[in-house]
C-alpha cells in the first residue's frame, strides 16, 4: 500500500463543491480560490512546486478551470458571473473574455488548437463556444 506524506499546504482554499477547479499541464497546475487561480511551476532545481502567479478577474466564485491541450501557456476559467476568460499564464494576462455564457457554467474544457469551449450548466446544457 502506498504511503501519503503531507508536504505543504496550499495558500488558499480549493472549492470542493465544484468540479473543476484543479488542473494540470506539463509542470504546472492550477487551482482555484473563490475569486483567485493559483498557478504554480514545478522548479527544477529544487523539485517543488513554486507558486507562479495569482490571476483574478472574476467578480463572483470561479466555478471551473481547463488547461488549453495544445498550448501550455492557456487556460480559460468560468465564474458565477457567467464569465469565461482565456488566461496566458506566461504574460500573466487575459487574452480572451466571453461575457455572458448564458448560466452559471459547471464545467468547461477547452479543445482543439483554436478557442473552442464547451460550457454546461444545469439550466441550459452544453453549449459551444467558438
Not at 42 to 49: A, I, K, R, W
Not at 111 to 121: H, Q
Request: aromatic share 10%; net charge positive; with cysteine.
Amino acid at each position: 500500500m502506498a504511503k501519503v506524506r503531507q508536504v505543504g499546504l496550499l495558500a488558499a482554499g480549493c472549492q470542493p463543491w465544484n468540479k473543476d477547479v484543479c488542473a494540470a499541464s506539463g509542470d504546472r497546475f492550477a487551482y482555484c480560490a473563490t475569486l483567485a487561480i493559483y498557478v504554480y511551476q514545478l522548479d527544477q532545481q529544487y523539485n517543488e512546486f513554486k507558486l507562479r502567479s495569482i490571476m483574478s478577474e472574476h467578480k463572483k466564485t470561479i466555478t471551473a478551470i481547463s488547461w488549453c491541450p495544445d498550448n501550455p501557456d492557456l487556460f480559460a476559467s468560468a465564474s458565477a458571473d457567467n464569465l469565461l476568460i482565456v488566461w496566458n499564464v506566461a504574460e500573466q494576462k487575459t487574452v480572451a473574455r466571453l461575457d455572458n455564457t448564458k448560466g452559471v457554467p459547471a464545467s468547461r474544457s477547452m479543445m482543439m488548437k483554436i478557442f473552442s469551449f464547451t460550457v454546461s450548466n444545469l439550466h441550459n446544457g452544453i453549449r459551444l463556444v467558438d
